[in-house]
């Protein structure tokens, strides 16, 4: 949960009042618009204060751009003089030393400049928020106190890196999904998210007080007495229930009927590696590397690749590291960097180990920043968005290549370096049999292979309903990619939101799951809730699990295999 000041994204739709101003108004009218600059500058002040980690310096540059915008006579003076000779209100004048500006930049010839009409609109919009502001109210003194909440329609994975380091205490979208990469993204930063609020810019005005429940997904505007000591009750839960839990960060996770269960950590950032130490983790079982290549002018060289991956791998303390090679497509890239073209239908495109393949270069730099840091302890090397065998021949190809080149230059690089693939495309579940050997270890991607099977967009709020792990075409999937990979002795996990979803612990486990990779921060309640699970009693339902046609039928094996499990404790 998080309580936060609305700060609403959405520059174009401020309500301008057009009405004429009368002489009489002009002075307070001017001093209205003096104080929203203030105020604007004095927040611009506030958020750079508050920078610090990788992109302090990036954004900052922004800021600083956006400040000096505010404090320039020729951007200003117009304004004022549009108010004191032309009659505007202060909104409509803003408005239209906007439309002035931008038509200037757009009709420049530099792309570069031309595109520096966001700018002007962006510290416009701060000044339209400042003059929105009414700091009479109690709600106001209390909403000034704290920290904001995004409003916005979408938000890029690439923008929450920077929104969490200056502050934001949440994001609330009017679009969006819960297994979106935002969402994801969102959970690790340890920013509670609400998406697909579909009304959310048109019910909550900037600055109004809102409480937000990134878990059931409420949204209060102007939360009452009782919904603040409702907060207030929440934030002492979480406390107790997070000390409870740290009771078992040190224990094995293990059935009730002793089967021992490998919880592995889903990792973005270096808060997700100390938790996953913290929790108890058996290693990182997925780290997605692509965030490493958001929001930036230019790729990151072998050297800063091999010392981010080697803090990792030195963070984990000796357990296993699995790096995800880089998955990004047009759906998640920063176009600029990676001069990606835009794609119609970015998930079927270019994407994940396509992407690899055709610019080898790219790969190469980064295998050889994974080899280098395998030196410093175990590390597996997983290929995203794999379709068929060859995908995988010339990966290996290419690590062989690295290796070998890497070692006669004289670096220490581990023996043996594992190559698995994610299942998340259907074909590479239903042709894993003739691709099993290639493979070193399998992790199977829920996210996306609920997306392709059931051709669904899981970044689409209007199909949230249909995107279904119960579908029974996933669970045979699910069910055939656990079997083919243990009958073929090589290691199977499962790390896609659903292995940390408890909704569907009992489930996998009856799948024949033994290895999870979830995000660390329910790695614990993961646990917890194995220990309760009778493995050997879970499994005897996996025939009929698979056998329902529907998911109301799905629903109902579920229902018995809670009540057994009810009955036998
Ligand atoms: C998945 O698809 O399940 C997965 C873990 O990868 P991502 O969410 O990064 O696509
Ligand atoms: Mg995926």
């Known amino acids: 949960m998080a309580l936060g000041r609305a700060r609403l994204e959405r520059p174009s739709r401020y309500l301008v009042d057009e009405r004429p101003l009368p002489a009489a108004e002009i002075d307070d009218e ?10 604007a500058r004095e927040e611009l002040g506030v958020l750079r204060d508050r920078l610090h980690g990788s992109m302090a310096r990036e954004v900052a540059e922004f800021i600083d751009a956006h400040s000096l915008m505010l404090a320039d006579r020729e951007l200003t003076s117009g ?11 202060a909104s409509a004048a803003l408005k239209l030393q906007r439309d002035r500006l931008v038509a ?11 595109s520096r009409k966001e700018d002007v609109e962006q510290v416009i919009a701060r000044v ?55 969402a994801i993204l969102a959970r690790s930063l340890h920013l509670p998210m609400v998406v697909a609020a579909h009304d959310a810019l048109g019910a909550i005005a900037e600055n109004d007080l809102i409480l937000i429940n990134g878990d059931s997904g409420e949204v209060i505007v102007h939360p009452s007495s009782a919904d603040l000591a409702r907060f207030r009750a929440w934030q002492r839960d979480s406390l107790q229930r997070s000390r409870q839990l740290a009771l078992l960060a040190e224990r094995d996770t293990r059935t009730r009927d002793g089967v021992e269960i490998a919880l592995w950590a889903n990792a973005e950032s270096a808060a997700d590696v100390a938790l996953a130490r913290a929790s108890g983790a058996v290693g990182i079982g997925l780290y997605r590397t692509e965030f490493l ?5 230019e790729l990151p060289d072998e050297d800063e690749q091999f010392l981010a991956y080697r803090t990792l791998v030195l963070g984990m303390g000796g357990l296993p590291v699995t790096i995800r090679t880089l998955d990004l497509g047009a759906d998640k890239a920063d176009n600029s960097v990676l ?63 690295c290796a070998r080149d890497l070692r006669s230059a004289g670096h220490e690089i581990a023996e043996h370096v594992e190559l698995g693939a994610m299942i998340e495309v259907p074909a590479a579940a239903i042709a894993l049999p003739g691709m099993i050997r290639q493979l070193d270890f399998v992790a199977i991607g829920t996210n996306d292979l609920v997306q392709y099977t059931l051709a669904i967009d ?3 709020d209007h199909l949230a309903d249909l995107y279904d792990p119960l579908h029974p075409a996933v669970l045979r999937l699910l069910a055939q990619t656990i079997t083919i990979a243990q009958r073929a002795r090589k290691p199977v996990s499962l790390c896609g939101e659903m292995a940390g979803d408890r909704r569907y612990t009992a489930l996998l486990l009856a799948l024949g799951l033994t290895d999870f990779s979830m995000h660390p921060g329910v790695l614990l309640e993961v646990r917890e809730l194995i220990a309760t699970l009778d493995r050997g009693a879970l499994r005897k339902h996996a025939a009929a699990l698979l056998r329902a046609p529907t998911r109301a039928r799905i629903e109902a094996v579920l229902a018995r295999m809670a009540a057994s499990a009810a009955t036998s404790a």
């Open 104 to 114: 200037v930049f757009e009709a420049m010839d530099d792309p570069y400049l031309r």
């Open 79 to 89: 304004i004022y003089d549009l108010i004191r000779q032309g009659g505007y209100r």
């Open 458 to 460: 899981r970044n689409n």
């Open 293 to 297: 290549f958001l929001q930036r002018r």
């Open 339 to 401: 001069m990606l073209d835009p794609e119609d239908n970015p998930a079927l495109g270019v994407r994940g180990v396509r992407l690899s393949l055709r610019h080898p270069q790219l790969m190469r730099t980064q295998l050889r920043a994974i080899l280098r840091a395998s030196a410093y302890g175990p590390v597996r090397i997983l290929v995203p968005m794999v379709c068929a065998s060859e995908e995988m021949t010339q990966m290996r190809a290419l690590l062989r290549e």
């Open 128 to 182: 339209q928020a400042g003059l929105q502001r009414d700091s009479s109210s109690e709600e106001r003194k209390l909403a000034s106190r704290i920290g904001e909440i995004l409003v916005s329609d979408t938000v890029a994975p690439a923008e929450l890196v920077p929104l969490a380091e200056a502050g934001v205490l949440g994001v609330v979208l009017s679009s969006g999904s819960r297994v979106s990469h935002g």
């Open 30 to 39: 001017i001093e209205r618009l003096r104080r929203a600059i203030e105020l």
